[in-house]
């Protein structure tokens, strides 16, 4: 009898020690971040069979468990991936959100000034200091154009750097990940019993993965984890890690890709919509949804001012009476543009040899010849053109994958659709399947500066008009001609030969008619209230207060003339008081000049600031609530898994009674044995 009381009274000692080495292991590791609470299991030891009935012989402790739910866990894992890719997004917009709005260092202050200055120079074309000062704002405007994607392209830096960063811990993460599987395969066979330990560890692990990337988890047979990223693509497998890798894209080196290394060494590049949540998938998004965009909104905005910019001041004089037509001696462009080219990445696994590049377009002019302005088709999106055998090409607009089939051969051009460029093939022969990224306006901020020349010398400002309007002192009726502008199609080499009369013959149904034009020169004509009609050959129908556009030269004539009237069109001999150019100048400030006629230079940057403040303002409520929803599913998850400590305390006491219980038996058994032993 005392023999199964020893045996109960210890097995008794025994559970209540392993239940308090249990809790004291949970109170002092309650701060321990990724501890999960741990109890230990009994049960009650196999019975002895009696005729008097089943006796029992104790009880034993089972396992030390985590108290861990996995769902928990995911869900906090879930919560937390978002939260940093949110949080990684919303620290680098801001800091556009910041630039672009800045008062003071945004570009809407720069370009009011450059406006401001042509107005001025429009108000007084004769004063060289008020063409200094307009020169002045466009050098820093320009600047301004520099700084701001000077900015831009740090950001950029700075995302490919974090990037390389986060690969390099998502690679440290894994191979800790790997070791502790290979630890848990060992401890566990060794002994069948879970690694409690190790498993908060390797929890612990995959929270902190999944802080940089979106990972998904399966349980192995033998205790292992397999962590996936993307669509399934291998991480870790058992207790092999595999190697991410950052690297330059194929489709444009500049900018760093993601991608995972073969057992040959070589790298898979991921494509980068597999890349979500976490600090990777974050910081991923930024750049494809907000940065790439601002920088190429800017870029357009720049080449839109400088392209529209220097195609109203060709129609112009200078200070010494040069115009276009007069050779190398008439600075048509106000800003330099040779450097403002597209960027045409050909993609690094191609196997041709074939040269691409692009040209931006000469800016349209409309909606009509007589009173229209000049405006870019340039968009926000990069393209990519695909060689597709033959002469045939299929460029894809990246921002709504629009498609477009082209065709041509090699040297050639490429017909495009109106989307504000062009593209030349030039040496070399193409492989079916070979791609190449073309980025219209991505470096078109960086590129764009003030002509050299007119800034060295504010006479080559085409402020004037080059040609003049008059009517002939001897008409007798009440005809008048305005002072007229210039349109595309201006050369001034044919005033310079002789002055164009236009005459009236009231007998004749095609009452006007115009000397000393080049044969077959057509003359447009818009009547009031009407739209403009398609251009005709002189003579033609006269209409009062009728504009026509001839040669490049717009005006409008109204009133009554009397048969035999004339007017003259003629070379502006005294253009320094004149500043009709340098007001169609000024006018193109609150034109339509961008997005295909749709939007003013300031409209279109307006737009880029308005969409990165909602953005922005977006992330940071979304930031907010993901913040909450993390918060309640850790408390979820710590409601089952975290130490409670008054609990524990309680637990302590109660396993200590539990613990002398048990010695009390041994006590009473040791008593019933010394009172056998004293039986004679």
């Given at each position: 009898?005392?023999?199964?009381?020893?045996?109960?009274?210890?097995?008794?000692?025994?559970?209540?020690?392993?239940?308090?080495?249990?809790?004291?292991?949970?109170?002092v590791?309650?701060?321990?971040p990724?501890?999960?609470?741990?109890?230990?299991?009994?049960?009650?030891?196999?019975?002895?069979?009696?005729?008097a009935?089943?006796?029992?012989?104790?009880?034993?402790?089972?396992?030390?468990?985590?108290m861990?739910?996995?769902?928990?866990?995911?869900?906090?894992?879930?919560?937390?991936?978002?939260?940093?890719?949110?949080?990684?997004?919303?620290?680098?917009?801001?800091?556009?959100?910041?630039?672009?709005?800045?008062?003071?260092?945004?570009?809407?202050?720069?370009?009011?000034?450059?406006?401001?200055?042509?107005?001025?120079?429009?108000?007084?074309?004769?004063?060289?200091?008020?063409?200094?000062?307009?020169?002045?704002?466009?050098?820093?405007?320009?600047?301004?154009?520099?700084?701001?994607?000077?900015?831009?392209?740090?950001?950029?830096?700075?995302?490919?750097?974090?990037?390389?960063?986060?690969?390099?811990?998502?690679?440290?993460?894994?191979?800790?990940?790997?070791?502790?599987?290979?630890?848990?395969?060992?401890?566990?066979?060794?002994?069948?019993?879970?690694?409690?330990?190790?498993?908060?560890?390797?929890?612990?692990?995959?929270?902190?993965?999944?802080?940089?990337?979106?990972?998904?988890?399966?349980?192995?047979?033998?205790?292992?984890?397999?962590?996936?990223?993307?669509?399934?693509?291998?991480?870790?497998?058992?207790?092999?890690?595999m190697?991410?890798?950052?690297?330059?894209?194929?489709?444009?080196?500049?900018?760093?890709?993601?991608?995972?290394?073969?057992?040959?060494?070589?790298?898979?590049?991921?494509?980068?919509q597999?890349?979500?949540?976490?600090?990777?998938?974050?910081?991923?998004?930024?750049?494809?949804?907000?940065?790439?965009?601002?920088?190429?909104?800017?870029?357009?905005?720049?080449?839109?001012?400088?392209?529209?910019?220097?195609?109203?001041?060709?129609?112009?004089?200078?200070?010494?009476?040069?115009?276009?037509?007069?050779?190398?001696?008439?600075?048509?462009?106000?800003?330099?543009?040779?450097?403002?080219?597209?960027?045409?990445?050909?993609?690094?696994?191609?196997?041709?040899?074939?040269?691409?590049?692009?040209?931006?377009?000469?800016?349209?002019?409309?909606?009509?010849?007589?009173?229209?302005?000049?405006?870019?088709?340039?968009?926000?999106?990069?393209?990519r053109?695909?060689?597709?055998?033959g002469?045939?090409?299929?460029?894809?607009?990246?921002?709504?994958?629009?498609?477009?089939?082209?065709?041509?051969?090699?040297?050639?051009?490429?017909?495009?659709?109106?989307?504000?460029?062009?593209?030349?093939?030039?040496?070399?022969?193409?492989?079916?399947?070979?791609?190449?990224?073309?980025?219209p306006?991505?470096?078109?901020?960086?590129?764009?500066s003030?002509?050299?020349?007119?800034?060295?010398?504010?006479?080559?400002?085409?402020?004037?008009?080059?040609?003049?309007?008059?009517?002939?002192?001897?008409?007798?009726?009440?005809g008048?001609?305005?002072?007229?502008?210039?349109?595309?199609?201006?050369?001034?080499?044919?005033?310079?030969?002789?002055?164009?009369?236009?005459?009236?013959?009231a007998?004749?149904?095609?009452?006007?008619?115009?000397?000393?034009?080049?044969?077959?020169?057509?003359?447009?004509?818009?009547?009031?209230?009407?739209?403009?009609?398609?251009?005709?050959?002189?003579?033609?129908?006269?209409?009062?207060?009728?504009?026509?556009?001839v040669?490049?030269?717009?005006?409008?004539?109204?009133?009554?003339?009397?048969?035999?009237?004339?007017?003259?069109?003629?070379?502006?001999?005294?253009?320094?008081?004149?500043?009709?150019?340098?007001?169609?100048?000024?006018?193109?400030?609150?034109?339509?000049?961008t997005?295909?006629?749709?939007?003013?230079?300031?409209?279109?940057?307006?737009?880029?600031?308005?969409n990165?403040?909602?953005?922005?303002?977006?992330?940071?409520?979304?930031?907010?609530?993901?913040?909450?929803?993390?918060?309640?599913?850790?408390?979820?998850?710590?409601?089952?898994?975290?130490?409670?400590?008054?609990?524990?305390?309680?637990?302590?006491?109660?396993?200590?009674?539990?613990?002398?219980?048990?010695?009390?038996?041994?006590?009473?058994?040791?008593?019933?044995?010394?009172?056998?032993?004293?039986?004679?």
């Amino acid at each position: 009898m005392s023999t199964g009381i020893y045996s109960i009274g210890v097995s008794g000692i025994a559970a209540a020690q392993l239940n308090l080495l249990t809790t004291e292991h949970n109170v002092v590791n309650a701060s321990t971040p990724g501890y999960t609470r741990q109890r230990a299991v009994q049960a009650t030891n196999i019975a002895v069979n009696t005729g008097a009935g089943s006796i029992g012989q104790g009880v034993h402790v089972q396992t030390i468990e985590r108290m861990y739910d996995r769902y928990l866990t995911s869900q906090v894992n879930s919560a937390q991936t978002t939260l940093s890719a949110i949080d990684a997004y919303y620290g680098e917009i801001k800091q556009i959100d910041n630039l672009l709005a800045d008062p003071s260092a945004g570009l809407t202050p720069a370009l009011q000034d450059f406006f401001s200055g042509v107005q001025q120079m429009a108000a007084n074309p004769s004063l060289l200091s008020a063409r200094e000062s307009m020169i002045s704002s466009a050098t820093t405007l320009v600047n301004r154009f520099q700084s701001l994607d000077s900015r831009l392209s740090e950001l950029s830096d700075e995302v490919n750097g974090k990037i390389q960063d986060a690969v390099t811990s998502i690679n440290a993460y894994s191979s800790q990940i790997a070791d502790l599987n290979q630890r848990i395969i060992v401890s566990e066979s060794s002994y069948g019993q879970p690694a409690n330990d190790l498993l908060d560890q390797r929890d612990t692990l995959i929270g902190e993965l999944n802080k940089l990337v979106k990972v998904s988890t399966s349980t192995n047979s033998n205790g292992s984890f397999n962590v996936f990223v993307g669509t399934g693509q291998q991480l870790v497998v058992g207790n092999q890690a595999m190697t991410v890798t950052a690297f330059a894209a194929s489709a444009d080196p500049s900018r760093i890709a993601v991608g995972l290394q073969t057992m040959a060494g070589s790298s898979i590049e991921l494509p980068e919509q597999l890349i979500t949540g976490g600090q990777l998938g974050g910081l991923v998004s930024f750049r494809n949804e907000t940065l790439d965009k601002a920088r190429n909104e800017l870029g357009r905005v720049a080449a839109s001012v400088a392209l529209t910019v220097n195609a109203q001041h060709a129609l112009g004089m200078d200070l010494s009476g040069n115009a276009s037509g007069d050779g190398a001696v008439f600075n048509a462009n106000f800003f330099n543009v040779a450097n403002l080219v597209p960027t045409v990445s050909a993609n690094s696994h191609n196997a041709g040899s074939l040269i691409v590049s692009a040209q931006l377009s000469s800016p349209s002019y409309g909606p009509e010849v007589s009173d229209g302005n000049f405006y870019t088709n340039l968009t926000t999106s990069d393209y990519r053109l695909v060689f597709d055998g033959g002469t045939n090409y299929t460029l894809t607009r990246l921002a709504d994958n629009k498609a477009f089939a082209l065709s041509g051969s090699a040297p050639g051009t490429l017909s495009l659709p109106s989307e504000g460029f062009s593209v030349s093939l030039g040496a070399g022969v193409g492989s079916v399947g070979d791609s190449y990224l073309i980025q219209p306006t991505r470096n078109a901020a960086a590129n764009v500066s003030v002509n050299a020349v007119i800034a060295a010398d504010p006479r080559t400002v085409a402020a004037a008009a080059p040609f003049r309007t008059s009517a002939t002192s001897t008409n007798t009726g009440n005809g008048a001609i305005s002072s007229g502008k210039t349109v595309p199609g201006f050369d001034v080499s044919l005033l310079r030969s002789s002055d164009i009369t236009i005459s009236y013959n009231a007998a004749s149904a095609t009452q006007l008619s115009f000397s000393a034009l080049p044969p077959g020169e057509m003359v447009t004509i818009k009547l009031p209230g009407s739209p403009e009609a398609a251009p005709v050959l002189p003579p033609v129908a006269y209409t009062q207060g009728m504009t026509i556009s001839v040669h490049g030269m717009s005006f409008t004539l109204s009133g009554q003339p009397s048969n035999g009237d004339t007017f003259k069109l003629s070379l502006n001999s005294a253009g320094t008081a004149d500043g009709r150019n340098a007001l169609a100048l000024g006018q193109l400030q609150t034109k339509n000049t961008t997005a295909g006629a749709k939007a003013t230079f300031q409209g279109a940057y307006a737009q880029l600031v308005a969409n990165n403040g909602i953005k922005t303002r977006e992330l940071k409520v979304t930031g907010d609530a993901q913040q909450a929803v993390l918060d309640q599913a850790e408390a979820t998850r710590d409601s089952l898994s975290g130490v409670n400590l008054d609990e524990e305390a309680a637990n302590l006491i109660r396993f200590q009674q539990a613990y002398q219980a048990s010695a009390k038996l041994l006590e009473i058994g040791k008593s019933l044995f010394d009172t056998i032993l004293q039986i004679r």
